[in-house]
């Protein structure tokens, strides 16, 4: 670790004088691209945070979206002011942890995700993870792919938090640099909520959790720069490692300091360790500290004072509490197994620290968290591609990209995830969005209130077109959400990219955050939070831009239409059968060409796309629709594939299409296909807003046929087994 010389010389001006060794640690890692933003930021102002239905955000360690209540079940009837449960959304990238050890990596995001949900005084209900991987027939790619998977799945069912939903992704250019980001929701009542703001000078500041060890020791720092081939080995030590029984026990110690209102503000230990989470405590007071790192209870012997302020150790957290609730707090960490440490307190100076009789920092609070400048980097905008598409014969088009692993079903992933404990879990993962029941709300006015999420990013839609490609990814997580009859209520996101001194680099990634900013404000949807992970490159080169998306919505009630079909109704096409500013579809960023080769633009996106998902909601929640899904990755053809059971098939025609290639590839996001016994409803209810076309009617015989133009694809129950089971057949 060392610090650039322009930032030494902005800290010696600060501070009169060289930096000790372990303030310039302290500066090298909290001033790193994934602490202070250096390069986003600049960029962030453009996401609309601020809304009637947000308490807190961003900025804190996750943040707090108030839950409408609805009354009798009418969804125009919700009530947002007078609301009293609040839900904390949060989203963290573990993105080189997961590629140096990819069970730890992927395990400790998790175990980081959900201290944040504690810091907030929340308890965790539900977990999302997108994970982003090389091509699947690469050894190296399934080894990182196996681990991640078993890493979160290891400390997720551990800890009793459902894992209910997310995305798998497999692009060549994650090969070097997989990406793994998580999210987790968590439930607080409005009396109960805190902060990571400290509250008052003379408060004690209390570190409660695991013991500190020497592990994960400069990992902001390392997250902050381009893997080099020898990562897996050179940069282990800079991955921590999991402990989720303890995690699970400070989980439960947390709601117990809560229940009591014992907590001023707290926040968890993750990037920078006890010197990064306690300096930005008070810094967001305006207060200052003093620290004696000796009184860290450790686990090793004879470690430095840098090793005590920076080490990553997993599942601590740090506390403000007043004096006289200090040994209270002890009782609670004890009765729970849990270290405790009266480590300092909150003054009015500057942020200290001493050991073993020196000072070995003493900076301004808010200089150290705050005082990084700012990037200013050249950029340079993309090129949009030329149209040239690969001749292909239909079915056989068809067959591969319903097969192709990003296209086929993650059914191997979320089967090794415990997405049931808690019983709140309504709808599964499998489906366009899970829902799960918040029961805290019902009332003998209310069913209660459905909350619906989403999570994902299509790398190949934001590498086409960065800043369309991103308001699509935002437009297709709302209406995965519209498909479960819900309302979106808001988002956090995961920006990753790779180096942005390189200025195609940087434009992409100031296409994909202006994207994301665009369309969330069409949908009147707030980002209330999130993280940016830049130098995702490798030897490689540079990961696809990738916005990950982690989206909330409400419902009344917690039933939803499925989205696979039942044999009985019509099925509806909402949308169109093909999207372009001329008589043929655009192509850009499919699956198809992932996988025939080719290139083309983007689709056109529709011209009202909140009307879209008001309306999808509606009509998901209609007494005659028996199964809606969203039209999105893989088109038209791997939507259709994926609503046929064993007991119900479709029999479909492409109505009118000119190019039954375009029209079934093409991947335009807000469009989905509805089953239903009242047709002229839906279509009715889509009138001015988006075209309603007949596409055929479900069966009892559990295939799938698809008449386009003079050629019929026709599949039954077995193919569609074998397309289900690309990834398990593979690894299991």
């Avoid at 250096?38 to 979206?65: C, K, N, Q, T, W």
């Avoid at 805190?194 to 990992?219: C, F, M, Y």
């Avoid at 404990?421 to 009332?443: C, F, K, Q, W, Y």
Wanted: aromatic share 6%; glycine share 10%.
């Amino acid at each position: 670790m060392s610090l650039s010389d322009p930032d030494r010389d902005l800290v010696v001006e600060e501070l009169g004088r060289e930096p000790t060794p372990a303030e310039a640690a302290l500066f090298e890692n909290l001033w790193s691209e994934h602490c202070a933003y250096r390069s986003s930021r600049p960029l962030l102002g453009a996401f609309d945070s601020e809304d009637e239905r947000v308490i807190v955000g961003p900025g804190d360690d996750a943040a707090v979206v108030a839950l409408p209540e609805y009354d009798a079940g009418d969804a125009a009837d919700a009530d947002v002011e007078n609301a009293e449960t609040y839900i904390t959304m949060g989203i963290e990238s573990h993105n080189h942890p997961s590629y140096v050890d990819p069970f730890d990596g992927a395990a400790t995001g998790v175990g980081g995700i959900v201290r944040d949900t504690l810091s907030m005084g929340a308890y965790p209900i539900a977990l999302t993870d997108s994970l982003y991987f090389g091509e699947f027939d690469r050894e190296h790619s399934r080894y990182l792919f196996e681990g991640v998977v078993e890493g979160i799945s290891h400390y997720g069912n551990c800890i009793g938090v459902p894992t209910v939903g997310g995305s798998v992704d497999f692009h060549e250019d994650y090969e070097g640099n997989p990406l793994v980001n998580v999210s987790c929701v968590g439930l607080v009542d409005a009396d109960r909520m805190i902060t990571a703001v400290a509250q008052e000078a003379g408060n004690k500041l209390v570190l409660v959790g695991n013991s500190t060890g020497r592990d994960g020791l400069g990992g902001a720092s390392f997250a902050s720069e381009d893997l080099s081939e020898d990562a897996e080995t050179e940069d282990r030590p800079a991955v921590q490692v999991g402990d989720p029984y303890t995690e699970k026990l400070l989980i439960e110690a947390n709601e117990e300091l809560i229940d009591e209102s014992l907590v001023e503000s707290a926040r968890d230990l993750g990037a920078a360790g006890l010197g990064g989470a306690s300096s930005e405590l008070v810094a967001k007071g305006g207060l200052g500290a003093d620290i004696e790192l000796s009184e860290v209870h450790e686990r090793e012997p004879n470690m430095s004072a840098l090793e005590y302020l920076l080490a990553e150790s997993q599942e601590r957290m740090c506390y403000e509490v007043r004096p006289e609730n200090v040994e209270r707090v002890a009782e609670i960490a004890e009765k729970f197994d849990l270290g405790c440490s009266v480590i300092g307190e909150v003054t009015e100076g500057n942020y200290t620290c001493t050991f073993e009789g020196e000072t070995v920092v003493d900076v301004d609070a808010e200089f150290l968290g705050e005082g990084a400048p700012m990037n200013d980097l050249p950029h340079e905008d993309p090129t949009a591609p030329k149209r040239d598409l690969p001749d292909a014969d239909l079915a056989e088009a068809f067959q591969t990209v319903v097969s192709a692993p990003s296209t086929a079903s993650k059914r191997w992933v979320y089967r090794q995830y415990d997405h049931e404990v808690g019983v709140r879990t309504s709808v599964a993962p499998g489906d366009d969005a899970a829902v799960m029941a918040i029961r805290e709300t019902e009332s003998e006015a209310s069913p209660g209130v459905g909350l619906a999420l989403s999570a994902g990013a299509a790398p190949n839609w934001t590498e086409a077109a960065p800043y369309e490609g991103a308001r699509a990814v935002a437009l297709e997580n709302a209406t995965n959400l519209a498909a479960k009859g819900a309302a979106p209520l808001a988002a956090v996101d995961c920006l990753n990219g790779g180096n942005p001194e390189k200025p195609d680099v940087y434009g992409a990634f100031k296409g994909i955050v202006d994207g994301l900013a665009d369309m969330c404000a069409d949908l009147d949807v707030p980002v209330v939070g999130g993280n940016v992970s830049l130098y995702n490159d490798s030897p490689t080169g540079p990961i696809p831009p990738t916005p990950t998306l982690a989206m909330t919505g409400t419902k009344p009630g917690y039933d939803a239409p499925p989205l696979s079909v039942e044999p009985e109704g019509e099925l509806l096409l909402v949308g169109d059968l093909a999207a372009g500013d001329d008589s043929a579809a655009r192509l850009g960023g499919s699956e198809f060409l992932a996988q025939l080769g080719g290139t083309d633009r983007f689709p056109e996106l529709p011209d009202e796309p909140a009307a879209v998902v008001s309306a999808l909601a509606a009509v998901a929640d209609r007494d005659g629709t028996l199964a809606v899904h969203d039209i999105s990755h893989g088109g038209l053809a791997v939507a259709l594939a994926e609503m046929v059971t064993d007991e119900a098939g479709l029999d479909v025609s492409l109505p009118d299409a000119d190019d039954s290639i375009a029209a079934l590839f093409h991947e335009q996001p807000g469009r989905a296909l509805v089953q239903t016994t009242e047709p002229d409803a839906v279509a009715e209810a889509f009138e001015g807003v988006a075209p309603v076309t007949k596409m055929g009617e479900a069966t009892d015989d559990g295939r799938l046929s698809i008449e386009a133009g003079e050629t019929t694809i026709l599949t039954d129950a077995d193919a569609i087994a074998d397309w289900r089971a690309v990834i398990e057949r593979e690894l299991d």
